[in-house]
């Protein structure tokens, strides 16, 4: 067993983590935390539930707490950047016990919501900023945020930033960053130009990567259900969701999404979508009630496009279910990381039609993923419903529409701030677009900001 103090974590830090009953250091973080807490620019590669966030929030909220120069306003010495708004919100969440040990203050930036929170907030001085790329830049080409006194800057989910396209505005927001400041990247491979990436802004770095065998899962089994008509599939995913435990349902499209979480808890089986489509406010509401625990009345349910595959971390989740399989095999692992995260054990479910027989195998030899093709049996389904929930009348504010909120009544701008995602993917070049939006999150101003930004 590895200690934070035996890695050279502040005693303070390590309290607080040692307060959330975190007391042995994850691979990511054993491996990463000496050359990190030390100075050096650091490549780490692993996948989603390794540990990443607290390997890098550590060594930023030390090194910030240990250095001798001072916040000003507009100027923050930490930053982190993420592809999707849900991730920023819980990297923050992570960072902010830890910061305000060390007497620090931190703060979210991404699009979506009102920019006047976050302006206040910034000129206020922070000195920790976890943003979306695409709203951080509107505020640096408003003057809002200078990047130049930035000692530290992370990189997280650096592959799924190249995925969504973020990649050139990340590039100039590196740019924009003292190039003496220590950078740690971190990213699931380095395909998409992120080894480009890291050769560019990394300076001497040390890279580490974490073997699968080493990341702290507890149990993934992956089983893959055939279904020999579309009405047994309908049958089989409803059976699926009817047990006690939290479980994620993955539909390939927005629509399926909304038409599912309706049909189940009709059905008695109180269900949430999660998708591109949602307000901010039906977003915030959504992914409350599943992340609060089913004994005190959260939902167990959440029906989710692939938007909820990278930036929703709730734990305890015992199923993923891909009521639709993924395109490729990437989304696959992505969407089957919602389960089995730090050491708890989880099942991931593929439902399959005849028809997809071969995409599947392709899918998962491409994924590295053993798992025969079952006929559905009853034995089967009940082994993975396990107990089953109680049919309920759905609760009203599983379906009433939130009231809409004037701006100044959002948290926009600090840890609290709901999630969503960064942006939409950006338009080709010559349809208009205002420079600098690229994929990012909207200035809040034209039509912008009806774009759920």
């Known amino acids: ?37 030390a100075g050096r620019d650091l490549l780490g590669r692993g996948r989603t539930g390794s540990g990443k966030t607290i390997a890098f929030a550590l060594p930023l909220v030390a090194r910030l707490s240990a250095s001798s120069r001072t916040t000003r306003a507009g100027h923050p010495r930490g930053l982190v950047l993420a592809p999707t708004r849900e991730l920023a919100t819980q990297i923050a ?9 060390a007497g620090l203050r931190v703060t979210t930036v991404f699009g979506g919501v009102s920019q006047r929170p976050q302006e206040q907030a910034l000129r206020s001085g922070v000195d920790i900023v976890v943003a979306c790329p695409g709203r951080l830049e509107d505020l640096m080409k408003q003057r809002v945020v200078q990047l ?8 997280d989910e650096a592959d799924h930033m190249a995925d969504l396209g973020f990649l050139p505005g990340v590039t100039r927001i590196l740019t924009a960053t003292p190039a003496g400041g220590q950078r740690l990247l971190f990213s699931a491979t380095l395909d998409g130009g992120i080894d480009t990436l890291a050769r560019r802004f990394l300076s001497n770095a040390v890279s580490h990567q974490v073997d699968e065998e080493s990341v702290p899962v507890g149990e993934m089994t992956h089983r893959v259900l055939v279904v020999d008509s579309t009405d047994n599939k309908t049958t089989l995913v409803r059976e699926l969701a009817s047990g006690t435990g939290r479980r994620i349902l993955f539909t390939r499209t927005k629509h399926q999404a909304k038409k599912l979480a309706k049909q189940l808890t009709a059905a008695g089986i109180p269900a949430v979508d999660l998708h591109g489509n949602l307000s901010q406010n039906a977003r915030e509401r959504n992914l409350g009630a599943f992340s609060s625990a089913p004994e005190d009345g959260g939902v167990r349910v959440l029906v989710a496009t692939d938007v909820a595959a990278r930036g929703v971390h709730v734990d305890n989740v015992d199923l993923v279910v891909h009521v639709d399989p993924p395109m490729e095999h990437k989304a696959y692992l992505h969407r089957s990381g919602r389960t089995a995260r730090a ?19 392709d899918l998962l030899r491409k994924a590295s993923i053993t798992a025969p093709l079952e006929d559905v049996t009853a034995g089967a389904v009940n082994e993975l419903v396990g107990e089953r929930a109680e049919h309920v009348r759905p609760a009203p504010i599983v379906q009433q529409q939130p009231q809409r909120q004037a701006p100044k009544q959002r948290p926009a701008g600090g840890v609290g701030a709901p999630p969503a995602r960064c942006s939409r993917r950006p338009r080709p070049a ?10 990012g999150q909207g200035g809040g101003q034209g039509r912008r900001g009806s774009q759920g930004r």
């Open 343 to 361: 050491g708890a054990a989880g099942t991931v479910v593929t439902v399959v039609l005849p028809e997809q027989r071969r995409d599947v195998k």
């Open 1 to 37: 067993m590895t200690s934070f103090l035996d890695l050279g974590v502040p005693a303070d830090l390590a309290a607080v983590l040692a307060a959330d009953g975190k007391t042995e250091a994850f691979a990511i973080q054993r491996d990463t935390l000496p050359d990190s807490l």
């Open 93 to 101: 969440a992570t960072i902010a016990p830890l910061a305000a040990a």
């Open 430 to 439: 010559g349809q208009g677009q205002a420079q600098g939006a690229g994929r």
């Open 148 to 155: 130049d006194a930035v000692e530290i800057t992370v990189l």
